[in-house]
């Protein structure tokens, strides 16, 4: 079951990525601020997090590359750095997929038992002039580099800050 999962969300970000003609890097540098919820749908282990993104305006093919820290109330902590691109749904509307890699710390938070994890996250925003302001859902979790692989699901209010 978990394998078909990967592979769907494998099989939809090469569908995204090959077949959107709207797809674009993003021309500025941005910062993102982000406050919302860690691990939202579970019942235990909640807290808030607070989030800082550096996104580069730098162009590989259509991917920039993203450097950032999360942290949640519970003293957890991840510093990540990966790629994302723009999909502009419309003149106001921009769909924004990330891949990330990097150092999570517990604190007193979820255990996700390793310290290498990976993140994934989506984030639909309205564009104001050129600031965004959107909702963000995530993903970190081990990529089952070895048993358990618990994961947590974030969703977040996002602010993107041209620079």
């Known amino acids: 079951?978990?394998?078909?999962?990967?592979?769907?969300?494998?099989?939809?970000?090469?569908?995204?990525?090959?077949?959107?003609?709207?797809?674009?890097?993003?021309?500025?540098?941005?910062?993102?601020?982000?406050?919302?919820?860690?691990?939202?749908?579970k019942k235990v282990k909640k807290s808030t997090l607070i989030g800082l993104e550096y996104r580069s305006g730098t162009d590989i093919l259509f991917l920039n590359p993203i450097l950032g820290v999360m942290a949640n109330t519970d003293k957890g902590f991840f510093i990540f750095a990966g790629i994302t691109t723009d999909i502009h749904l419309s003149s106001f509307l921009v769909l924004t997929p990330s891949?990330?890699?990097?150092?999570?710390?517990?604190?007193?938070?979820?255990?996700?038992?390793?310290?290498?994890?990976?993140?994934?996250?989506?984030?639909?925003?309205l564009k104001l002039n050129n600031y965004r302001l959107g909702i963000?859902?995530?993903?970190?979790?081990?990529?089952?580099?070895?048993?358990?692989n618990p994961?947590?699901?974030?969703?977040?209010?996002?602010?993107?800050?041209?620079?």
């Open 1 to 41: 079951m978990l394998k078909k999962y990967c592979l769907s969300k494998i099989l939809l970000t090469l569908f995204i990525v090959l077949f959107t003609s709207n797809i674009k890097a993003q021309n500025n540098n941005y910062i993102t601020l982000e406050t919302g919820t860690f691990d939202f749908n």
């Open 99 to 125: 891949f990330s890699t990097g150092y999570y710390n517990k604190g007193n938070s979820k255990d996700l038992f390793y310290a290498l994890e990976f993140r994934s996250k989506l984030e639909l925003a």
């Open 136 to 148: 963000s859902l995530s993903h970190i979790s081990n990529a089952s580099l070895g048993p358990p």
């Open 151 to 163: 994961g947590v699901e974030n969703i977040a209010v996002n602010l993107t800050i041209p620079l």
